[in-house]
């Protein structure tokens, strides 16, 4: 049963299919998400498995994972101050949708294309900005050293636009996670020739580091300038700076790989 190749093979659905169950049975148990946002993640997740690769899948999961991990660290906190979105840390089908919906569209992509090499790196790329900028607002809202993206002047935690130290630094860990994450996908669905193209493998993986956390910027620009004035709301403004976080990665296939 072939499981390396990507799309409606029959490995490659079976063991994407495992892997949603195992998230529905974990975002249950730790209420990660509410139901409609297991619901939500089930479907992306059958888009992102089936019509991309289910390695594409366990980066996205992994993203989950840890995302949960950084909503409920120091949560106490959050909730005194008012910096949690909800009361008991999980996740809505919003929050799936703006983070989910453009890598969701990478596999649509891949699939139509056949090319799901590219598509692995665009997705993580995706993934990348979505995770960065999450890591950034979850550990970066606790830091009361915060200053506007846009003025360098020190501001209220939480605000859209603001940054902090410990929020840069856990932007860049987000960031890295998913482009080693990355690198694993590529290195399994290339077993064969991995070994003689691991260069190319590496350096494609920090590209995703550095996009990652350079989406983050934008997102904090964008939040700063657009969002605070009423013009974006908080889901536009995500899925903008995955975007440039794609275009970024596409200009980087264009001209680097060869």
Same mark, same amino acid.
């Not at 840890?66 to 909730?79: D, P, Q, Y």
């Not at 501001?155 to 996670?177: H, L, R, V």
């Given at each position: 049963?072939?499981?390396?190749?990507?799309?409606?093979?029959?490995?490659?659905?079976?063991?994407?299919?495992?892997?949603?169950?195992?998230?529905?049975?974990?975002?249950?148990?730790?209420?990660? +998400? !509410?139901? $409609?946002?297991?619901?939500?993640?089930? *479907?992306?997740?059958?888009?992102? =498995?089936?019509? %991309?690769?289910? &390695?594409?899948?366990?980066?996205?999961?992994?993203?989950?994972?840890?995302?949960?991990?950084?909503?409920?660290?120091?949560?106490?906190?959050?909730?005194?101050?008012?910096?949690?979105?909800?009361?008991?840390?999980?996740?809505?089908?919003?929050?799936?949708?703006?983070?989910?919906?453009?890598?969701?569209?990478?596999?649509?992509?891949?699939?139509?294309?056949?090319?799901?090499?590219?598509?692995?790196?665009?997705?993580?790329?995706?993934?990348?900005?979505?995770?960065?900028?999450?890591?950034?607002?979850?550990?970066?809202? +606790? !830091?009361? $050293?915060?200053?506007?993206?846009?003025? *360098?002047?020190?501001?209220?935690? =939480?605000?859209? %636009?603001?940054? &902090?130290?410990?929020?840069?630094?856990?932007?860049?860990?987000?960031?890295?996670?998913?482009?080693?994450?990355?690198?694993?996908?590529?290195?399994?669905?290339?077993?064969?020739?991995?070994?003689?193209?691991?260069?190319?493998?590496?350096?494609?993986?920090?590209?995703?580091?550095?996009?990652?956390?350079?989406?983050?910027?934008?997102?904090?620009?964008?939040?700063?300038?657009?969002?605070?004035?009423?013009?974006?709301?908080?889901?536009?403004?995500?899925?903008?700076?995955?975007?440039?976080?794609?275009?970024?990665?596409?200009?980087?296939?264009?001209?680097?790989?060869?």
């Amino acid at each position: 049963m072939e499981i390396l190749q990507g799309g409606f093979t029959q490995g490659n659905l079976v063991v994407t299919s495992v892997i949603i169950l195992g998230l529905v049975i974990v975002s249950t148990r730790a209420n990660i +998400l !509410d139901k $409609n946002g297991i619901v939500s993640a089930a *479907l992306l997740g059958l888009v992102v =498995g089936g019509m %991309g690769h289910w &390695s594409w899948l366990l980066i996205l999961l992994g993203f989950l994972l840890l995302s949960h991990k950084a909503t409920k660290w120091r949560f106490e906190e959050k909730i005194n101050l008012g910096l949690s979105e909800s009361a008991d840390g999980h996740r809505s089908w919003g929050n799936v949708i703006a983070n989910g919906g453009m890598p969701g569209l990478v596999a649509v992509y891949a699939f139509i294309s056949g090319d799901w090499s590219n598509g692995l790196w665009l997705f993580s790329a995706a993934v990348a900005v979505a995770a960065s900028d999450t890591f950034a607002s979850e550990i970066g809202c +606790l !830091d009361s $050293n915060v200053k506007l993206i846009t003025t *360098l002047k020190p501001c209220e935690q =939480g605000i859209n %636009g603001g940054y &902090s130290p410990s929020g840069q630094k856990a932007a860049a860990a987000g960031s890295i996670i998913i482009s080693i994450l990355s690198l694993c996908a590529w290195f399994i669905v290339n077993i064969d020739t991995a070994s003689s193209e691991i260069l190319w493998g590496i350096s494609a993986s920090l590209a995703i580091a550095i996009i990652g956390f350079l989406g983050c910027q934008v997102d904090s620009l964008l939040g700063a300038v657009l969002e605070n004035r009423g013009y974006l709301t908080k889901g536009s403004v995500n899925a903008l700076a995955i975007s440039f976080g794609m275009i970024a990665m596409a200009t980087f296939l264009e001209y680097f790989h060869i």
